[in-house]
């Protein structure tokens, strides 16, 4: 019989980052951020998001009320905040790290009908806060820190619920295991010629008022705070010199981490919470920070979209984009182009500085014809083109009027009664209306077809990628497509759906059914975005050095190192 002793468990560390004053001060950046130092430290780190409106999810919510709405691998709608978590952090999210107010209360509300509360009188306070209590401790398991956002503002009526909640979690798992971090504004005042404090200390008034005294205050400001306003915050709020935080503002959202750690705050997290002071490992993001900040050249890429008022809509196809330049220190410039625009009779003169043409992905039939014409410039001027999800339907759907001949082709989506529907709905969707969460949703698999440009780039045969579609290309017309060069090189296992199409004959012509954004992050770039950047570079030094070929990239490596360091694990 063993008499070894089984090392006992670490307790959890839980760290909760509110915001006040006013909202998209950064939140989610600040928290993931903070996960990003402490797996600097070597802790595994888990990041949860808490929304206050009642949608159940995002998924029906328009991209220019909400932004975008980013997919997980379990084919969860979630908050475009899951998608910094999982670009500054190696935490992969589900559908138990983003709850809304009308989730949780959906929840309460199935439990209620069902009796499990045996007739008990159903109330906030205890069984939405318990709910609430339960949605933290479900990501906990096998982590050293949970990390909370609560969306929306101290003072919101909103958020009360959550904020109670977390109160009430001290309580439940000790003082010395919790940490409540306040983000807040600091603004100058240029008429007064100084910055204010009584915004912050009116948010921290409100905190306080419903019990929770924040022990680290993030103060969101342009400037690094002098000495002198730490003083007099920490006096009025309450809170340690130390702990009053200078969140400045950066140019690049990667620089955040490094501008935190530079005032301490991972020091501070350890003291507070009785960890051991170890050395921050950092050297690879600090890399990657230098290279944002010194880049040898630019592109500049076209991204025709629906949805550009709002380049939140875009935030994680901005980010992926920026990811496949990083490596070779190009910046990538991205000129926002309506795709209505484009319908104009003279609207492809808006694409002609373009060294790269994007189309994401959207729903609806508001700018199609314009998407079109983009996926037409980009064939017939051999600009790179990269079609996404939206981008894939109808740079399909152009190469079957244009150089097919089908002229009625269209999506059922947009033209019902098309007498050519080369893009139509999901066969397992038909007699479906309801919008929430009926799209082809989470991560699927995909076979690549051998020797195929997408097979190379990701040096793999088999792919999974993150979908969020509800029509699909209509497998009928596809003898008819590849009889004119066009080739289908990726196909969900069982056959039923094609993934990715190709122009061979086409310097770069890549359009996908899902969304490879969703799995860039910045120091592993998605193959598909890098080698996109890769051949606009291309495109561009062919543009300005006529007859005298491709030095390729700039940085280390030729084209075959760069498809090898982006050897994507699926």
Same mark, same amino acid.
């Given at each position: 019989?063993?008499?070894?002793?089984?090392?006992?468990?670490?307790?959890?560390?839980? !760290?909760?980052?509110?915001?006040?004053?006013?909202?998209?001060?950064?939140?989610?950046?600040?928290?993931?951020?903070?996960?990003?130092?402490?797996?600097?430290?070597?802790?595994?780190?888990?990041?949860?998001?808490?929304?206050?409106?009642?949608?159940?999810?995002?998924?029906?919510?328009?991209?220019?009320?909400?932004?975008?709405?980013?997919?997980?691998?379990?084919? *969860?709608?979630?908050?475009?905040?899951?998608?910094?978590?999982?670009?500054?952090?190696?935490?992969?999210?589900?559908?138990?790290?983003?709850?809304?107010?009308?989730?949780?209360?959906?929840?309460?509300?199935?439990?209620?009908?069902? @009796?499990?509360?045996?007739?008990?009188?159903?109330?906030?306070?205890?069984?939405?806060?318990?709910?609430?209590?339960?949605?933290?401790?479900?990501?906990?398991?096998?982590?050293?820190?949970?990390?909370?956002?609560?969306?929306?503002?101290?003072?919101?009526?909103?958020?009360?619920?959550?904020?109670?909640?977390?109160?009430?979690?001290?309580?439940?798992?000790?003082?010395?295991?919790?940490?409540?971090?306040?983000?807040?504004?600091?603004?100058?005042?240029? *008429?007064?010629?100084?910055?204010?404090?009584?915004?912050?200390?009116?948010?921290?008034?409100?905190?306080?008022? !419903?019990?929770?005294?924040?022990?680290?205050?993030?103060?969101? *400001?342009?400037?690094?705070?002098?000495?002198?306003?730490?003083?007099?915050?920490?006096?009025?709020?309450?809170?340690?010199?130390?702990?009053?935080?200078?969140?400045?503002?950066?140019?690049?959202?990667?620089?955040?981490?490094?501008?935190?750690?530079?005032?301490?705050?991972?020091?501070?997290?350890?003291?507070?919470?009785?960890?051991?002071?170890?050395?921050?490992?950092?050297?690879?993001?600090?890399?990657?920070?230098?290279?944002?900040?010194?880049?040898?050249?630019?592109?500049?890429?076209?991204?025709?979209?629906?949805?550009?008022?709002?380049?939140?809509?875009?935030?994680?196809?901005?980010?992926?984009?920026?990811?496949?330049?990083?490596?070779?220190?190009?910046?990538?410039?991205?000129?926002?182009?309506?795709?209505?625009?484009?319908?104009?009779?003279?609207?492809?003169?808006?694409?002609?500085?373009?060294?790269?043409?994007?189309?994401?992905?959207?729903?609806?039939?508001?700018?199609?014809?314009?998407?079109?014409?983009?996926?037409?410039?980009?064939?017939?001027?051999?600009?790179?083109?990269?079609? !996404?999800?939206?981008?894939?339907?109808? @740079?399909?759907?152009?190469?079957?009027?244009?150089?097919?001949?089908?002229?009625?082709?269209?999506?059922?989506?947009?033209?019902?009664?098309?007498?050519?529907?080369?893009?139509?709905?999901?066969?397992?969707?038909?007699?479906?209306?309801?919008?929430?969460?009926?799209?082809?949703?989470?991560?699927?698999?995909?076979?690549?077809?051998?020797?195929?440009?997408?097979?190379?780039?990701?040096?793999?045969?088999?792919?999974?990628?993150?979908?969020?579609?509800?029509?699909?290309?209509?497998?009928?017309?596809?003898?008819?497509?590849?009889?004119?060069?066009?080739?289908?090189?990726?196909?969900?296992?069982?056959?039923?759906?094609?993934? !990715?199409?190709?122009?061979?004959?086409?310097?770069?012509?890549?359009?996908?059914?899902?969304?490879?954004?969703?799995?860039?992050?910045?120091?592993?770039?998605?193959?598909?975005?890098?080698?996109?950047?890769?051949?606009?570079?291309?495109?561009?030094?062919?543009?300005?050095?006529?007859?005298?070929?491709?030095?390729?990239?700039?940085?280390?490596?030729?084209?075959?190192?760069?498809?090898?360091?982006?050897?994507?694990?699926?």
């Amino acid at each position: 019989m063993s008499t070894a002793r089984s090392t006992p468990a670490r307790p959890v560390k839980y !760290i909760f980052i509110t915001g006040g004053v006013v909202s998209s001060l950064g939140k989610g950046l600040a928290a993931s951020s903070i996960g990003c130092l402490l797996e600097g430290h070597g802790y595994k780190v888990t990041l949860q998001k808490f929304d206050p409106y009642i949608n159940v999810d995002p998924g029906t919510m328009s991209p220019y009320q909400h932004g975008e709405v980013y997919v997980t691998d379990d084919g *969860t709608e979630t908050d475009l905040d899951l998608g910094h978590y999982e670009r500054f952090t190696g935490t992969v999210t589900t559908r138990n790290h983003n709850w809304t107010t009308g989730k949780v209360y959906l929840s309460v509300i199935q439990k209620e009908r069902r @009796g499990d509360y045996l007739g008990a009188t159903v109330q906030v306070i205890p069984h939405i806060t318990n709910a609430i209590k339960d949605c933290i401790k479900a990501v906990a398991e096998g982590v050293d820190f949970v990390l909370v956002e609560i969306g929306g503002t101290v003072g919101d009526i909103e958020s009360l619920p959550f904020l109670e909640a977390i109160r009430q979690f001290r309580q439940d798992v000790g003082r010395e295991h919790t940490l409540y971090i306040h983000l807040t504004l600091v603004p100058h005042v240029p *008429t007064a010629g100084e910055l204010k404090t009584k915004p912050t200390q009116h948010s921290v008034r409100d905190l306080r008022s !419903i019990g929770i005294q924040p022990d680290i205050l993030l103060c969101r *400001t342009d400037r690094l705070l002098p000495l002198e306003i730490k003083r007099k915050i920490a006096l009025f709020c309450d809170v340690d010199e130390e702990a009053v935080i200078t969140a400045k503002d950066v140019s690049s959202v990667y620089e955040v981490p490094v501008v935190l750690a530079a005032e301490g705050l991972d020091r501070i997290l350890l003291k507070r919470l009785g960890l051991r002071q170890t050395e921050r490992r950092m050297a690879e993001w600090e890399d990657l920070v230098d290279r944002v900040r010194h880049p040898t050249d630019e592109i500049t890429i076209h991204v025709v979209g629906k949805y550009i008022g709002l380049e939140d809509s875009y935030k994680s196809l901005n980010e992926a984009l920026a990811h496949g330049g990083f490596r070779s220190r190009l910046k990538v410039n991205i000129r926002w182009i309506e795709a209505e625009a484009l319908e104009a009779p003279d609207g492809d003169a808006l694409l002609n500085d373009a060294h790269g043409i994007l189309v994401p992905g959207g729903f609806g039939a508001r700018g199609t014809r314009g998407m079109m014409r983009a996926a037409e410039v980009a064939r017939t001027r051999n600009i790179p083109y990269f079609g !996404i999800c939206y981008g894939f339907q109808w @740079g399909t759907v152009e190469f079957a009027r244009d150089v097919c001949g089908l002229r009625d082709a269209d999506s059922t989506e947009c033209a019902p009664e098309t007498p050519t529907p080369v893009i139509y709905k999901l066969r397992d969707l038909l007699g479906v209306d309801d919008l929430g969460g009926t799209m082809r949703l989470g991560s699927y698999a995909c076979q690549l077809k051998p020797g195929s440009l997408a097979q190379r780039l990701y040096g793999a045969d088999v792919i999974h990628e993150r979908h969020r579609h509800r029509y699909e290309f209509n497998c009928l017309y596809e003898q008819t497509l590849t009889k004119h060069g066009l080739q289908v090189v990726g196909r969900s296992l069982d056959g039923k759906f094609v993934e !990715i199409i190709e122009l061979p004959d086409h310097p770069w012509f890549v359009a996908v059914q899902f969304h490879p954004e969703f799995k860039s992050k910045p120091r592993r770039p998605h193959p598909l975005f890098a080698g996109f950047i890769e051949a606009a570079y291309r495109h561009k030094q062919g543009s300005e050095v006529r007859g005298q070929g491709s030095e390729g990239l700039r940085d280390e490596g030729s084209e075959v190192e760069v498809r090898r360091a982006v050897h994507y694990q699926s």
